[in-house]
């Protein structure tokens, strides 16, 4: 086993701390007057919340395209659809899919924010065609949508979801193999080795095999090296 595995942090909207490699998430409006270090690696995107419905759809894909081509962004996104907020989903969906397109011209992977719409979305990327990997980021629904999702082709970032007993996420996530899922603080400020830790226990592995595990599907799916 190597030792110098890091941490992967899937999704956090906080930089990376020493021995972990996270990808944060930049808003796109934010994105020109971020200044990261040079190795921290980030996913750009227009956040649904954030969506205004008048989104120029051309002037969207462009300043996406320009930001999403800087090589330390590794992937595109959060994008997604909510259904727990009020601007429509075709709204959503339209701008959605400027992040589907920049992901495909660009050959980076979509991270999306689902909230009870992952049917209307495992279809669109079957609608699509999409060839680039969409991650599910914050997953906390069943067994069995897990598995839907994975067989259409898209993986599973779980956070902290899976802190809290008797929640959908643990059953989801003591339902997959040690392949099938990265791990994630999302917005919590948590420490990401707590995560792990409890990824461990409840997959009845180790924390050293979680890291060597993950980091290596990280570099090979998402960075694609
Ligand atoms: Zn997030």
């Not at 992967?8 to 998430?25: A, C, E, F, R, Y």
């Not at 690696?41 to 989104?55: A, K, T």
């Not at 339209?94 to 992952?118: D, G, T, W």
């Not at 495992?122 to 067994?143: D, E, M, V």
Request: glycine share 6%; charged share 25%.
């Amino acid at each position: 086993m190597n030792a110098s595995h890091s941490y992967i942090d899937l999704h956090t909207h906080k930089p990376g701390k020493p021995g972990v490699k996270s990808l944060q998430n930049i808003f796109l409006s934010d994105f020109e007057k971020f200044s990261g270090t040079k190795d921290q690696l980030l996913s750009v995107g227009l956040h649904p919340w954030r969506v205004r419905g008048q989104e120029d759809p051309d002037l969207l894909f462009q300043q996406l395209k320009f930001a999403a081509g800087y090589q330390q962004v590794a992937a595109i996104g959060e994008t997604g659809l909510d259904k727990s907020i009020e601007m429509p989903l075709e709204r959503q969906e339209a701008v959605f899919n400027i992040h589907f397109e920049v992901s495909e011209e660009l050959q980076k992977p979509l991270i999306i924010h689902c909230v009870r719409a992952y049917q209307e979305l495992l279809l669109l990327r079957k609608n699509l065609g999409a060839t680039q990997p969409w991650i599910f980021h914050g997953f906390a629904g069943s067994a069995q949508l897990a598995r839907q999702c994975i067989n259409s082709g898209c993986l599973l970032s779980f956070g902290p979801a899976i802190l809290k007993d008797h929640n959908r996420a643990v059953h989801s996530l003591i339902s997959l193999g040690i392949d099938e899922f990265f791990l994630e603080t999302d917005d919590s400020g948590l420490d990401i080795a707590e995560i792990y830790e409890r990824a461990a226990l409840l997959k009845q592995t180790t924390v050293e095999v979680l890291r060597e595990r993950i980091a290596e599907r990280f570099h090979k799916i998402i960075i694609q090296e």
